[in-house]
Every structure is written in C-alpha cells, then in structure tokens.
C-alpha cells in the first residue's frame, strides 16, 4: 500500500495561505503510533505562524510563532479542529 491523500487544500485566508496537507500511510512515522502524515500551515507575508506536523524522529509538534511543543495525534477531525483553533488564536480569523 502506497500513502493515501487523505486532505489536501491550498487556499487563501486571512491574508495569508492555508495548506492542509495529510495521507493515510501504511507504516507509521517513527516514533508515532497512528497511520497519518501530516504537514499543515498557515503562512502570512511569507512567515509561518502557524504549523502542525510530524516528522520522523521528531513525532507530532505544532509550530505557534516561534514556540514549537509536542503535541498528541487523536483523530484527523480533532487535528484539524485543533489547527483551526490556534490559526484563530494567531489571529487568522475563524
């Protein structure tokens, strides 16, 4: 099994691009448990404010100005809930 486009979008938002990036794969990213990658991002004048993502070796993190913190993969909706959430926070509107 190849990894499965699961979301994928690119739009404009508040100023800036969204761009939801996330595949079913068959194996998971070491060191998480799930069969998800995912790399999402909210960028404004060519600087991320917001992005969530798990890479190998590193897992799932989100990135929030510049603080980067872990954070657990539940399910695809609650990740994208999440990300929602603090995109508004950083002042992309809802």
């Given at each position: ?55 190998r070796g590193k ?5 929030a100005g510049d ?28």
């Amino acid at each position: 099994m190849v990894a499965i486009p699961i979301q994928r979008i690119k739009r404009a938002h508040a100023g800036g691009v969204v761009e939801i990036n996330i595949w079913r794969v068959p194996d998971p990213v070491p060191p998480c448990a799930h069969h998800y990658k995912y790399r999402l991002v909210f960028v404004v004048a060519g600087k991320r404010l917001v992005g969530f993502d798990n890479e190998r070796g590193k897992g799932g993190h989100r990135h929030a100005g510049d603080r980067e913190t872990p954070c657990t993969f539940v399910d695809v909706e609650t990740l994208l809930a999440d990300f929602w959430r603090v995109v508004t926070e950083q002042g992309g509107e809802g």
